[in-house]
Structure formats: structure tokens, C-alpha cells
């Protein structure tokens, strides 16, 4: 007779776990364990995230036992045994223990997918000593029943906090909820669990998102929903959101991130003679940014922070910066935000009424904010990756000759300068007001002598392009102005040319999207607004164009295609 032991399972369970890992391919998992993802929405976020591992908790009686457990099931028993400090908090929470009672490790040997992508088994390792009684060994017999930290496991690519939040949105959209989370500063990592939906087609009830870095601010929103606090809990939470944006304005205006480390913590005495501030304000200051992880307190030194990866994209020299937008939401905006009351009242932005002019006369008038603005735009840059590969855009270069692309109010030619470096064989031309053009002149570096430089406004759309490209222009204007735009482009276009249009849509229903902050952001500040699809179609065809079809980009947005009828 074979008796079944604790350890015997254990191997069962990680030979099991490793050969899910070796068979799955992100796509279809996705599709499983959200069932209803598909179509656009599944390319998009299999562009945002792939699957890295399943992860089991297992009870060994000892680190010589694990291993022995590990080489049993055709995993690897190297590898360095580190705290895992998510996974201990939850275990110390749900038994009622301090989380400083269980010596919880993580190991993570590594698997290969089907196509040899480096994939892994994360196995949480807590010793229960065979025969001893305790708590390690209570919980062990309950765990290994329930099997609650079991669970797959998706990476983020590039994890920013807009697309930590379009990957959150998108799993609670499919029906997952919120199951709790955590930042481990020995990996710096953060880790979003999420209950599958009931009508999930994996063996896995939990689903984790991990992110490489630093996003507690993210995680703070997640934790939230889960804890489903009292609502007036809640509404305080949201009224101090205009503090998150000035401390954001006040760390980018003091160069805070300039004068500090991502490896090297310092506290607020050696840091304000640097950024000119006063050390225990600055301290004050220092500890609401740790809240919001844009800096991280360092472990066993109270009051020395580090920067983390969201704070690093707070210095000015940091590759997809967002110090100008911080700039720009601490000051003009978050002054004019100020009129949102008048402006729902009146129609009229709150930028008119606190300026006395609009946003781009405004900005005109002044070069330092101009250019600053023009700055701030580039933040969203990433959203522009995946358009290289428009099959419009990769059509025109493919054709002889070479063809045109038109980039209408482009800025400073960041969209433009992409397309041009992608596909040598394209030329291009850039429409814009005069203080912008000679910035993208600079900015556009070798590529600008293949591109040619237009001072105008839309009615001097030139004709005889093959791709013209309005990227986030439309949602500045009211309906009337859009058709009057729209038109001046269909004037322009050769018969045979096409459109393509980047923007956020609206959602149809009522899910979390970043273009419904943004349709507030352009009602106050431009008197422009957001749209649905359909919406757009209804414009274009009222300016002699039709509606091809759109696709997702990064950071919720669309590029829509449209020809003229």
C-alpha cells in the first residue's frame, strides 16, 4: 500500500505547476482566464503583459527538504532563498499571527514556454517541521486544503502608473476583483492579486499582476477597493487629491528627483541645502511622496528616501519625462481646474475665466510655457509605439517612390519624427504655429531634412499628401470647430490619401477609463471634449470622410482610420 505524504504532494503540485508554465501562450491564457477578452482589447493587453510563472505555497520541513523537493519534480534546487514579504503579511493577517512570527522564502526556478520564453515556477516556501506542533504547522494543514496563494502570474511590460491602471481597469471590466497586493523592497517589485472570475477556464483562482519598481501609488488604489472603506473614508481619500497633485508640482519645481538616488537613500538634512528647502518641511514633504511611491523610505534608516522608478520620470533628463506635465497640472491647470464650478455652469473653460484668453493664446504669448507645454505633450509619447506598424503607415512606405505623411498641429514632431525614423523611405511635412516649428526643427534632428516645415493654422492644410495625421488635436475643439478642421483635411486630400486620427474614446458603458478624466480636463481647459467612436463617425461624415475602422495604442488611446467617401 503507497501512502500519499505531505512532501509527496508538494512534488505532485510542483511537477504540475511547471508543466502548466511550459504549455501556456500568453494570448490564450489571457482569453481564459478573463473570458469575454478578445478581439482589439486582447492584442492590447497582450502587448502590455505576458505570462511569467505559477506560483504555489509549499511547507517543507526544511531548506534541505525544499530543495530535495524542487530536483524531485524537474525543477532546478538552486537559487537564492529571499524573504517574501507579500505572501508572509497575508498569511500573518489570515491566522492572526504578526507577520514577523513566519519566515516565509521565495525561489523561482526557472521553465521554458512553448516558443523558449524564460518562464518560471515561483514557489513561497514556509517550514513546518515534520511532527512538531505549532503555528507554521496549523497553517500548513489549512493552506495545503485550501491552496489560497496558488496562482498565475502575468509581468507588465514597461509598467507606468496609466498603464497600471488600463491593466486594472481591464481586469475588473472581465470581471476579476481586487484580492489584495503588495511592494517587496528586497526585489523591488509590486504585485497586484486579483480573484478570477467565477467563470474562468484555468485551474488558478487568483491571477497576480507583477510590475518591476516602485508603484505604491497604484497599489494604494487597489488596496482601497478591496478594503471597501467607509464612504467617508472614501471621499476624503478623493478630496486630497489635489494635495497629490501640488506635492508632485513641488518635488518637480524643487528638482528634488535630480538631487536624489534610486540606489543611494538620503534624508531631508542633506537634501534641502541642495534643493534650497527647509529640512523639516522637506521631511514633511518627503514622507506624503513615499506614500504615493514616488520616493521609498529605506528600510531600517527612518528618514532616508530613495528614488523610485516613478520618481525617476520626474527629472527633467529622464527618458519619457513627465516633469512639465507635473508642471503644467500644478500650475495653469490646477489654477483654471479651480473655475470647474463656472465653467459647468456657464459652458465658459475655467482656463478663459481665470486668464482672460484661451489656452493657446495664453501659451503663445508666453515662450516658457510654451515650450513647457509642448514638453508636457511628450509624456504620452508611448501611446505613438505600436503606430509605425499601421498598415496605412507601412503601406505608404512600401510604396514606390516614396510617399507624404502630413502631421496637422503635430507640436514638436514627436509622432512625425517616429514615423520618419521607422520608414526612411517617407517624407513628411509638419503644420504649426511659428514658435513650434522652429522648436521641431531642433527636436527632429537628422530626420528633418526629409521633412518640411509649414507656418499656419488648419486652413492651411497642403494638399497632395498620402497620410495626414491629426494626433490629439480634435479633443481641444467643440463639434463646430471639429467639422470646420475635418473639412479643411478633406479639402486637402487626394482622393486615394488617408486619415488617421489618435485620440481616447469615451467607453459606451460605465467602465473606469482615463478618457473620462480627460473629457473633464478639456471641457475646463479648452472647451474641447472626448468622444465615443461613433461619435467621431458622425463628425467625419459630416466633413465628407468615413469612419475605416480604429485600433487600441498604449495609455487607453485609438487611432482611427478614415478615407474620403
Given at each position: ?301 527612518r528618514g532616508t528616501f530613495r528614488l523610485t522608478e516613478a520618481g525617476l520620470l520626474l527629472r527633467e533628463d529622464a527618458e519619457g519625462s513627465v516633469r512639465a506635465l507635473a508642471l503644467m497640472y500644478g500650475g495653469p491647470f490646477y489654477e483654471s481646474f479651480a473655475r470647474l464650478t463656472h465653467t459647468v455652469r456657464t459652458g465658459e473653460p475655467g482656463f478663459e475665466d481665470r486668464y482672460g484668453e484661451n489656452h493657446f493664446d ?204
Amino acid at each position: 500500500m503507497t501512502t500519499t505524504t505531505p512532501a509527496s504532494t508538494d512534488v505532485e503540485r510542483l511537477r504540475a505547476a511547471a508543466d502548466f508554465v511550459r504549455e501556456q501562450e500568453t494570448p490564450d491564457l489571457l482569453a481564459r482566464v478573463l473570458p469575454g477578452l478578445d478581439g482589439p482589447e486582447l492584442r492590447a493587453m497582450t502587448e502590455r503583459c505576458r505570462f511569467s510563472h505559477a506560483a504555489l505555497l509549499v511547507f517543507p520541513p526544511d531548506e534541505r527538504a525544499l530543495r530535495a523537493e524542487l530536483s524531485a519534480a524537474g525543477l532546478s534546487p538552486d537559487g537564492e532563498a529571499r524573504p517574501s514579504v507579500v505572501v508572509r503579511e497575508r498569511l500573518a493577517a489570515r491566522h492572526g499571527l504578526g507577520a514577523g512570527e513566519l519566515d516565509v522564502r521565495i525561489l523561482r526556478p526557472a521553465v521554458h514556454g512553448p516558443g523558449g520564453e524564460g518562464r518560471a515556477v515561483e514557489v513561497f516556501a514556509l517550514t513546518a517541521p515534520a511532527g512538531a506542533a505549532g503555528a507554521a504547522t496549523t497553517i500548513a494543514a489549512e493552506e495545503r486544503a485550501a491552496d489560497r496563494e496558488a496562482h498565475l502570474a502575468f509581468d507588465v511590460e514597461r509598467p507606468d502608473p496609466l498603464v497600471l491602471r488600463g491593466l486594472r481597469a481591464g481586469f475588473l471590466r472581465h470581471g476579476a476583483a481586487p484580492d489584495g497586493g503588495g511592494y517587496n523592497p528586497h526585489e523591488d517589485g509590486t504585485v497586484f492579486y486579483f480573484a478570477a472570475p467565477d467563470e474562468t477556464k484555468t485551474p488558478y483562482r487568483r491571477v497576480e499582476l507583477y510590475a518591476r519598481g516602485d508603484h505604491r501609488d497604484v497599489l494604494a488604489e487597489h488596496l482601497d477597493e478591496r478594503r471597501a472603506a467607509h464612504p467617508a473614508e472614501t471621499l476624503l481619500r478623493l478630496l486630497t487629491g489635489a494635495w497629490t497633485t501640488q506635492a508632485l508640482a513641488a518635488c518637480a519645481e524643487l528638482r528634488l528627483p535630480e538631487a536624489m538616488s534610486p540606489s543611494t537613500a538620503r534624508g531631508a538634512e542633506e537634501l534641502a541645502p541642495v534643493v534650497g528647502a527647509r529640512p523639516e518641511n522637506l521631511a514633511t514633504l518627503l514622507r506624503y511622496l513615499a506614500m504615493v511611491g514616488v520616493v521609498a523610505e529605506e528600510p531600517g534608516a527612518r528618514g532616508t528616501f530613495r528614488l523610485t522608478e516613478a520618481g525617476l520620470l520626474l527629472r527633467e533628463d529622464a527618458e519619457g519625462s513627465v516633469r512639465a506635465l507635473a508642471l503644467m497640472y500644478g500650475g495653469p491647470f490646477y489654477e483654471s481646474f479651480a473655475r470647474l464650478t463656472h465653467t459647468v455652469r456657464t459652458g465658459e473653460p475655467g482656463f478663459e475665466d481665470r486668464y482672460g484668453e484661451n489656452h493657446f493664446d495664453h501659451f503663445a504669448r508666453d515662450p516658457e510655457l510654451a515650450a513647457r507645454f509642448d514638453r508636457s505633450m511628450t509624456a504620452s509619447a508611448p501611446m505613438f509605439d505600436p503606430l509605425p506598424r499601421h498598415p496605412v503607415v507601412t503601406a505608404a512606405a512600401a510604396a514606390p517612390g516614396g510617399r507624404t505623411v502630413v502631421d496637422i498641429a503635430g507640436g514638436t514632431g514627436e509622432l512625425l519624427g517616429r514615423l520618419l525614423t521607422a520608414h526612411p523611405a517617407l517624407r513628411g511635412v509638419l503644420l504649426e504655429r511659428a514658435h513650434v516649428v522652429e522648436a521641431a526643427r531642433a527636436r527632429l534632428g537628422t530626420v528633418a531634412e526629409r521633412c518640411a516645415f509649414l507656418t499656419g493654422d488648419f486652413a492651411d492644410v497642403p494638399a497632395d499628401g498620402d497620410v495626414y495625421v491629426l494626433s490629439r488635436v480634435l479633443h481641444d475643439w467643440d463639434d463646430e470647430r471639429c467639422r470646420a478642421i475635418l473639412r479643411h483635411c478633406a479639402a486637402a486630400m487626394p482622393p486615394e490619401a488617408d486619415l488617421l486620427i489618435v485620440e481616447r474614446l469615451l467607453p459606451v458603458d460605465p467602465s473606469p477609463s482615463l478618457a473620462t478624466a480627460w473629457d473633464l480636463h478639456m471641457m475646463c481647459n479648452t472647451g474641447g471634449r472626448e468622444r465615443t467612436a461613433v461619435a467621431y463617425a458622425r463628425l467625419l461624415a459630416d466633413a465628407g470622410l468615413a469612419l475605416v475602422g480604429h485600433s487600441p495604442l498604449p495609455l487607453e488611446a485609438h487611432v482611427l482610420h478614415a478615407r474620403r467617401r
